[in-house]
């Protein structure tokens, strides 16, 4: 009987391994942004799901059997020894969602945070600080951000991976 499974992909390998089902004739779900990566760079693929595509099988066919020796595979994804049934309606939800990015090319803080969101800076000098998000930058993966410092407003840039989405409710006091 044809379901969903998730299949878990060595780093990188997402993309391959889809091209893999894809030359069996087997439906996937491999969603993926297209980040820009500044500077005239070109365009960057990044999965959605790292290290993992989604696939409709039969296990209990010969062509299943195959599927775990393939490269760029390490397996199944499996809960208590079985192999995890994806239901097709939340296949569907997700296809829903997601597909107002399909064809889109984003700057990465665009995807990860909007203007006004408050963030929490997890690397550097000020890491503990709080700010708010103003927007991405051109180049890699640089945001722009409002810190407040010594009483007074600075805008700065920052590194988008060394700042994380902050709950309004969250107790951490901001930068006096």
């Not at 491999?30 to 760079?41: E, K």
């Not at 799901?49 to 397996?75: K, T």
């Not at 051109?138 to 600075?154: F, M, N, P, Y």
């Not at 590194?159 to 006096?176: E, G, N, Q």
């Amino acid at each position: 009987m044809q379901q969903w499974y998730v299949m878990h992909t060595n780093p990188k390998k997402e993309s391959f391994v889809n091209g893999q089902f894809l030359d069996r004739n087997m439906k996937t779900f491999f969603p993926y942004l297209q980040f820009d990566r500044g500077y005239s760079r070109g365009i960057r693929i990044e999965p959605f799901f790292p290290n993992y595509v989604f696939f409709s099988s039969d296990l209990h066919s010969r062509q299943a059997y195959d599927l775990q020796y393939m490269p760029g595979v390490r397996g199944i994804v499996r809960f208590d020894g079985r192999s995890a049934v994806v239901p097709e309606a939340m296949l569907e939800e997700l296809r829903r969602r997601l597909q107002p990015y399909e064809c889109r090319i984003m700057k990465k803080p665009e995807w990860l945070f909007k203007p006004g969101d408050k963030v929490l800076i997890t690397n550097g000098p000020f890491e503990g600080f709080e700010a708010i998000f103003e927007r991405g930058k051109s180049g890699l993966e640089r945001a722009q951000i409002l810190l407040k410092v010594l009483g007074t407003t600075t805008h700065t840039e920052i590194d988008v991976r060394h700042i994380k989405a902050l709950d309004s409710s969250s107790p951490l006091p901001h930068a006096a």
